[in-house]
């Protein structure tokens, strides 16, 4: 018997980074808004009666056997780092075959290696007949990404993974709540350009650099906190209330924020791609994710677009063919 998952990425329109414990606490509670792309990872799991182990890589153009699974999950290979760590979490010994797929950019801060894992963990519970709740899979999900990547891990990437849509996350002293809100499809499919610049992010990197200087009480790091929640909850305003026009502003008054936090978050090559695309016509470019690289969220007329989209590609830049997910009607759970 064969099973297969496949789960969207996202872009973050709002509150990146205060989805880190314990930063949102800070700030007295706060919220991320995200929303699923059609950009998928994708996971192919046949078992085996032998115990051969079988790893095929698509994207990374990596393939290789295993005469057992110890032999499997004792391999020193950089690219089996994410699936030796969930089968020794679920200790399977029998073999198998794995075949796995992602369509985003490394490191494009998409939440790609964050899709993956829930693509894996739901293969794995169709497999074992695992019962889970969307909390014990982002619990699992984030503490084994914490493991490979020895930094603190948000959680916002799983939700949109596994529910898909556009979604408020809203984190508080009891934990984490995940709203869907209701969205026009047409509206930001017109007006939302996803862009590559090519280079790739580290995430955890920069994320853990605003955790020591918000444990350290830097104002500087605490103020810019402050500022993401605000913003946050602005955009979580507008885009309950359809008022999408707000959002190009608030887009710039984020990517200011977020510099201000960590001036990492604003490499050149995000700077450059920035400057570009608002000289061709763009409203606003957000970074995504914890940014330093990987890609950004450009809000364009849809009478500026064809020129936006002929700047970054002469530049070198890659766009993407990236539109809203709506909300799953059955998460495979």
């Known amino acids: 018997m064969i099973f297969e998952s496949r789960s969207p990425t996202r872009v973050d329109l709002a509150g990146g980074t205060l989805d880190l414990w314990p930063l949102y606490m800070f700030v007295g509670g706060a919220c991320t808004i995200n929303l699923a792309i059609d950009i998928w990872t994708h996971v192919r799991l046949e078992p085996l009666k032998s115990k051969e182990v ?28 994410l699936v030796q760590k969930v089968f020794k979490f679920f200790e399977i010994s029998s073999g198998f075959h794995l075949q796995t797929r992602s369509e985003s950019p490394v490191g494009g801060g998409l939440g790609g290696s964050s899709s993956l894992t829930i693509s894996l963990l ?98 500087q790091t605490l103020g810019a906190l402050n500022q993401l929640k605000e913003i946050s909850d602005q955009v979580y305003r507008a885009v309950k209330q359809k008022k999408y026009s707000l959002l190009p502003a608030l887009f710039e008054q984020e990517y200011k924020a977020r510099v201000e936090l960590e ?71």
């Not at 079988?54 to 780092?81: G, W």
């Open 54 to 81: 079988l790893i095929h890589s698509l994207d990374l153009n990596y393939e290789k056997k295993f005469k057992n699974f110890k032999e499997f999950v004792d391999c020193p290979d950089r690219q089996l780092l």
């Open 122 to 219: 739901k293969v794995i519970r169709k497999w074992k007949k695992i019962k889970w709740s969307v909390a014990q899979l982002v619990m699992v999900a984030s503490n084994l990404e914490a493991e490979i990547l020895n930094t603190p891990t948000g959680t916002q990437d799983y939700f949109p993974a596994i529910s898909g849509g556009l979604q408020c996350l809203q984190y508080s002293a009891t934990g984490v709540v995940a709203r869907s809100i209701p969205f026009s499809r047409k509206v930001l499919q017109e007006k939302m350009l996803v862009v590559y610049t090519g280079q790739a992010h580290h995430s955890g990197i920069n994320n853990f650099e605003v955790l020591k200087n918000a444990v350290a009480r830097k104002p």
């Open 263 to 333: 001036p990492s978050f604003g490499a050149p090559v995000i700077e450059k791609l920035r400057g570009l695309a608002l000289r061709a016509g763009a409203e606003a470019v957000k970074i995504c994710g914890a940014g330093g690289g990987g890609c950004t969220l450009i809000w364009v007329q849809p009478s500026q677009r064809e020129s936006v989209v002929q700047a970054c590609q002469k530049e070198g830049f890659q766009v993407l063919n990236a539109h809203p997910q709506p909300r799953l009607r059955r998460p495979d759970l």
